[in-house]
């Protein structure tokens, strides 16, 4: 048998030391109250996002994401750990762009939500969800939905998630689908996602921020680092003083 989701799926490293699936330590004792859960099949994703590690033209040995291996286990054998903890607080899903991944996260979420006592979060994929979609994992027994934007501005989006990089993704589908989690989920319930460093100016984040506030949301902010053999694989970080302000300037929209 395939060791595929909806069966077994991916864990962040902190998320499986956690867990005891890893042997490990956090620095100052410090606790991992969410699970992260990433899809997974052989044939990975069919995006191909210029700073991701999972890029279907990433030329690597291991397909790291956001830096950190990613442990492949049961699901069954996840949910029996989350319920013997009293770490975890909730659990949070991340879609990819693959065929089967909109049937198997309900399925995932219907089980996490009826076999766990936490709450269920999901990084959810515009690109091949609709409002209906949206409704179901409502309905699944998702309480949360967060929204991987990631570039500031149309042109960017486009250059690192679309068609510069023969890519599926669409900056309007975004919008469109943060927009609907909110009216469905509530705006206290929704979230997205930024990245500094992808070439844009820092004026460029703080009106995205301002739009996601305007809507309820939460922002949440991330500094772009190269993931060897990715499109942008020998491109800088940001400078750390912008990243700084950046940072300043989220926490002010947001509070």
């Known amino acids: 048998m395939k060791k595929e ?3 077994f799926v991916k864990l962040s490293l902190a998320g499986a030391m956690t867990l005891g699936f890893r042997p490990g ?6 606790r991992m109250t969410c ?5 997974h099949y052989d044939d990975g ?9 999972l890029a279907r033209r990433r030329q690597a040995k291991e397909r790291t994401f956001i830096h950190v291996p990613w442990p492949l286990e049961s699901l069954t054998d996840i949910i029996a750990r989350i319920n013997a903890s009293d770490i975890p607080r909730r ?8 065929r089967r991944t909109c049937e198997d996260t309900l399925a995932i979420t219907r089980r996490l939500a009826a076999e766990t006592h936490i709450p269920v979060s999901i990084l959810l994929a515009p690109t091949i969800t609709n409002r209906d979609y949206l409704e179901s ?5 998702a309480r949360k939905i967060g929204i991987a934007i990631d570039a500031a501005t149309p042109e960017l989006f486009a250059k690192h998630r679309g068609p510069g990089v023969q890519g599926p993704h669409k900056w309007p589908d975004y919008w469109q689908r943060l927009h609907e989690a909110a009216e469905i989920f509530g705006p206290e319930n929704v979230s997205s996602h930024f990245v500094c460093g992808l070439g844009e100016r820092e004026e460029d984040l703080v009106h995205c ?10 922002n949440h902010l991330f500094s772009f680092y190269p993931e060897p053999g990715s499109c942008m694989g020998e491109v800088a970080p940001p400078p750390l003083d912008m990243y ?7 926490h002010l929209v947001d509070a």
């Open 5 to 7: 989701s909806p069966e």
């Open 25 to 30: 330590r956090f620095w100052r004792d410090a």
């Open 35 to 39: 699970i992260n859960l990433l899809l």
């Open 45 to 53: 994703c069919a995006a191909n996002c210029s700073y991701c590690g």
């Open 91 to 98: 659990t949070c899903i991340s879609m990819i762009i693959h």
């Open 137 to 141: 994992l409502r309905i699944a027994g």
């Open 209 to 218: 921020f301002f739009d996601v506030h305007s809507m309820g949301g939460e």
């Open 244 to 250: 700084r302000r950046i940072q300043i300037a989220c």
